[in-house]
């Protein structure tokens, strides 16, 4: 007789949806928040999990924060709450450059085809030539 048994790390996305200014970016966001354990399978059947961490991502800029292990407990129990910024801790920074008033952006142009831009791009999307930072 043989038993078919494997161990693997599981991933499930957790009810809880909130519209936060985020942190990091200064954008509008959701967080969306993630459980994460490992897993015991026999037949591919989940019999047994452990290490339970729960995880938010930032929809904005993809910012990702560990949620305090209680507060992820009752959003697994089902319990409506708000999340708030002492139960997060910083995990990853999102890619997304910090938010600036109007009057602080910077604007980019190209010498080629004239295209303006005020993302943080080296080269020209159109053309492909070298942008130049304008005032």
Request: hydrophobic share 25%.
């Amino acid at each position: 007789m043989f038993f078919i048994c494997g161990i693997n790390q599981g991933q499930k996305e957790l009810p809880a949806s909130q519209l936060v200014i985020c942190d990091s970016c200064g954008g509008y966001g959701r967080y969306q928040v993630f459980m994460t354990y490992m897993c015991l399978s026999l037949f591919f059947i989940p019999v047994f999990s452990w290490g339970k961490r729960y995880y938010v991502k930032m929809s904005c800029c993809g910012t990702v924060y560990e949620l305090n292990p209680e507060t992820g407990r009752k959003l697994v129990r089902g319990e409506q709450l708000q999340i708030r910024q002492e139960d997060l801790t910083m995990v990853q920074a999102g890619r997304r450059e910090q938010w600036r008033p109007e009057s602080q952006k910077r604007r980019r142009s190209c010498g080629n085809c004239g295209y303006e831009t005020e993302e943080d791009f080296s080269y020209c999307p159109k053309c492909g030539g070298r942008l130049e930072e304008r005032q």
